[in-house]
């Protein structure tokens, strides 16, 4: 099994630009979720979704969007990106809340 | 909302030395697992603790969860510079997954 995939694992993006983070689990989990990690920082949770069709709002969702579709995939859109979006961002699932979570790769963004 | 706390932010060890890192939380909680974040990595799983005064062992690794579900700690004996890199708690809950500010771990050989 794959696990979590995300792509692209780099980007470089102008400000003002959009983009979307791609993330795919092939576990069948419930919970997906979005981080950014800072330089040198914790985790900070952008979105959330319990399942298919369900998204909420983590600690800094602003600037950021998502939907939930499918169970399989978690796309993060930055529709206008500033440079203080520059960070490695990493989707992460879960079975339930309360179970092991596990990580993709990440993908290290930076706006300029 | 829930705040948590890691101390200390950083941490040089000579190698063969034991490291200790704490997480404290504002508020009770469920349950709380530990990840660690080698450099350039993603975070991986290292455990989960449910029961209140709940410890459990991992080779040199003892993790411990307080009486009252608002603190843990990771405690690892004689380091070894595999074990160089951020360990992080996170804390669980209702539904937003936070993980606590993280311990950088470096060992000196």
């Known amino acids: 099994n794959a696990g979590v995939t995300q792509t692209p694992k780099f980007r470089i993006l102008k400000i003002g630009q959009s983009m979307t983070l791609q993330c795919a689990q092939d576990?069948?989990?419930?919970?997906m979720y979005w981080y950014r990690q800072d330089p040198g920082m914790g985790l900070k949770l952008i979105y959330y979704?319990?399942?298919?069709?369900?998204?909420d709002k983590g600690e800094v969702p602003n600037g950021y969007n998502v939907s939930r579709s499918t169970t399989e995939d978690f796309p993060l859109r930055l529709e206008l990106a500033a440079p203080s979006q520059t960070s490695v961002y990493f989707c992460?699932?879960?079975?339930?809340?309360?179970?092991?979570?596990?990580f993709g790769q990440g993908t290290r963004l930076t706006v300029v | 909302g829930q705040q948590v706390m890691q101390i200390p932010q950083y941490q040089h060890v000579q190698e063969g030395e034991d490291f200790t890192t704490y997480c404290n939380s504002s508020?009770?909680?469920?349950?709380i697992q530990w990840y660690k974040q080698r450099p350039g990595g993603h975070p991986v799983f290292l455990i989960q603790?449910?029961?209140?005064?709940e410890v459990k062992k991992q080779k040199r690794l003892t993790f411990q969860f307080g009486e009252a579900k608002k603190n843990s700690s990771l405690h690892i004996t004689a380091t070894q510079t595999t074990d160089v890199g951020t360990y992080f708690c996170?804390?669980?809950?209702?539904?937003?997954?936070?993980f606590g500010t993280g311990t950088k771990l470096q060992v000196i050989p």
């Open positions: 603790l449910v029961k209140s005064g």
């Open positions: 576990m069948n989990h419930n919970y």
């Open positions: 508020t009770t909680l469920s349950n």
């Open positions: 979704s319990v399942g298919a069709g369900i998204t």
């Open positions: 996170a804390p669980r809950g209702y539904q937003k997954v936070t």
């Open positions: 992460a699932s879960s079975d339930q809340l309360n179970t092991e979570a596990f």
